[in-house]
């Protein structure tokens, strides 16, 4: 990964906010040319510093009233690749973090209603081979969600 440059790093803040700003604005914001604000994000693609881009669509409107996170403890440390490959299978999970701490991983996903999510652990989750136990934490209410804060004046 190259270094980034204050440039760069304004560039990031800037598109951060708002990922939808046109490139002519940030331009403006940036003192550069637009060409020039095009050719750093694709540099920052290319070098994997911005990693996505798309919409946030609210899990509530399309019917997942439940957000949980669930620590899923392994029979081994090594399994964490293949319970990750049969993870990634459940639509309704959407982070799989490996973590230290009580669990070996972390996973958040949404559910419809406490029937599914019944239905996810005990038919899906605790049934993949070298998942020993899990514990689960439903989210009341997510308070803070934001990307890092991107320092460009100093």
């Known amino acids: 990964m190259e270094k980034i440059d204050r440039l760069d790093k304004k560039i990031l803040s800037i598109l951060s906010q708002n ?6 604005d940030v331009a403006a914001e940036c003192n550069v040319s637009r060409a020039a604000i095009h050719q750093r994000v694709q ?32 029979e081994r440390g ?16 959407v982070e799989c973090h490996f973590t230290t701490g009580p669990y070996t991983m972390l996973v958040k996903l949404y559910a419809r209603d406490n029937e599914q999510l ?17 514990e689960t934490l439903i989210s009341l209410e997510q308070s803070i969600h934001r990307e890092i ?6």
């Open 149 to 154: 804060t991107i320092d460009f004046e100093g």
């Open 43 to 74: 540099h920052l693609i290319e070098d994997g510093v911005i990693t996505g881009s798309g919409f946030d669509v609210n899990p509530k409107s399309l019917g997942y009233s439940t957000c949980t996170f669930v620590g899923i403890t392994l």
């Open 78 to 93: 090594n399994m964490y690749k293949q319970v990750v490959e049969r993870l990634s299978l459940i639509p309704e999970v």
């Open 118 to 134: 019944m239905d996810l652990l005990n038919n899906q989750m605790q049934c993949i081979p070298g998942v020993t136990s899990t």
């Open 19 to 24: 990922a939808r700003v046109p490139f002519k």
